[in-house]
């Protein structure tokens, strides 16, 4: 596992093990708050290591950015820390979340140990202010990647901890094109020193706002090129040929693993703009006859 400080006290770590995902860990003199917690507790167990043996500090916090096994399962090795999340963390867990679990411990002796922990203090809308030894910690929903996801300001220092809502590729697999698009804008002109990625590099300042543009270009030219597709009554073997590169994405990035988060993007778009095509298809279905029906 890779530590980096990003800021005074504020670190990030990466999983050498799991698609370069990321953690937090913000140290204060009445404690840690610590932002996700990797799927291997092999290495969140670096991470506690780290903050509770080397500086001698307790873990007051633990914040769930969204219920994804990535993200989540280390939760459980900070014993006696309060677990924060949105209100939809919380359910997801309990429900997909340990589904997932179950399924994953049937062929991951690694995992055996992982238990599902749900937040305890969850919030819904607005601004969730988190105060621990001077540093703030402001958290709001930003769906897109998962209709749970939130992110994270420390307050002051202006960093901004992302999760999933920004990655090398923007994945709304498990969440939706629309919301994410929205996220991403509202992020625009945030004036942010950095911003930690879910997965990948920390981005820094100077990077942040071509970055922003870059997703969003990327997501708006996979919906027009998938519209076209869908427009030409082409089928889905059609969606090969959208390149990610002509995306403006790399390849290569999160070694590799991008191209796979890009295929499912297009297909996941792809079904999407056939139903809504079908749903409006005039004379066709149930949505004309609804309408007149309310109309009437
Ligand atoms: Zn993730």
């Not at 769930?64 to 900070?78: I, Q």
Request: proline residues 4%; hydrophobic residues 40%.
């Amino acid at each position: 596992m890779l530590r980096e400080l990003v800021a005074t006290n504020v670190f990030v770590f990466t999983s050498e093990l799991y698609a370069q995902v990321t953690a937090g860990a913000i140290l204060t003199p009445e404690g840690a708050i610590v932002i996700d917690t990797l799927p291997f507790p092999v290495e969140t167990q670096e991470i506690v290591q780290f903050i509770e043996g080397r500086h001698g500090l307790p873990v007051k916090y633990v914040v769930n950015t969204h219920y994804h096994a990535d993200h989540t399962y280390g939760t459980s090795l900070f014993k006696n820390a309060q677990v924060v999340g949105h209100r939809l963390t919380r359910e997801l867990l309990d429900g997909p979340g340990r589904e997932g679990l179950k399924a994953a411990q049937r062929t991951a002796r690694e995992l055996a140990s992982v238990e599902i922990c749900l937040p305890e203090v969850v919030f819904d809308e607005g601004v969730m202010n988190l105060h621990l030894g001077g540093v703030t910690l402001q958290m709001w929903h930003m769906p897109g990647h998962s209709p749970d996801s939130i992110v994270c300001k420390v307050k002051g220092e202006n960093i901004l901890f992302a999760a999933d809502t920004v990655m090398p590729v923007p994945f709304f697999a498990d969440g939706s094109w629309e919301d994410t698009v929205n996220s991403l804008e509202s992020l625009r002109g945030g004036n942010y020193e950095s911003i930690v990625q879910g997965h990948g590099e920390v981005i820094l300042r100077g990077e942040i706002d071509a970055r922003l543009e870059e997703d969003l270009y990327y997501l708006h030219t996979i919906r027009r090129r998938v519209e076209e597709i869908v427009e030409a009554g082409e089928g889905p073997e059609a969606l090969s040929t959208i390149d990610i590169e002509e995306c403006g994405k790399s390849r290569i990035a999160l070694n590799g693993i991008v191209q796979q988060l890009h295929a499912t993007n297009v297909e996941v778009l792809y079904r999407q703009l056939l139903a809504e095509r079908d749903g409006t298809r005039p004379g066709q279905g149930q949505g004309v006859a609804r309408e007149n029906v309310e109309a009437g």
